[in-house]
């Protein structure tokens, strides 16, 4: 059984974000770009020891919904706040 501690760090950006405008009428356009979130993450303060991180691909851009992503080290579990693509992040370690 896996478990997961959290520490608790929550970073908040846009810059994950694709496209950052919602209601464009291309649905396909208001998905976060996996490899730039990951990318934001690793660059934090709080995010620099975890390396490695992947995020899913073309999660969309909706308030309130949630996804993983996932490094060596941690789950980080993603909630985004907004339309225009801020979302905050916590990382969750394994434990054993």
């Known amino acids: 059984m896996r478990r997961y501690a959290m520490l608790v760090v929550v970073g908040v950006a846009a810059v994950g974000c694709s496209h950052s405008t919602a209601g464009s009428g291309h649905a396909d356009q208001n998905v976060f770009d996996a490899k730039k979130m990951a990318a934001d993450i690793e660059?934090?303060?709080q995010g620099a020891k975890l390396g490695n991180v992947v995020c899913p691909e073309k999660e969309p851009v909706t308030p309130g919904s949630t996804f993983d992503c996932v490094s060596?080290?941690?789950r980080i579990h993603i909630k985004v706040q907004s339309y225009d693509g801020d979302y905050s992040w916590t990382?969750?370690?394994s434990t054993g």
């Open 43 to 45: 660059r934090s303060p």
């Open 72 to 74: 060596g080290q941690a």
């Open 91 to 93: 990382p969750q370690y």
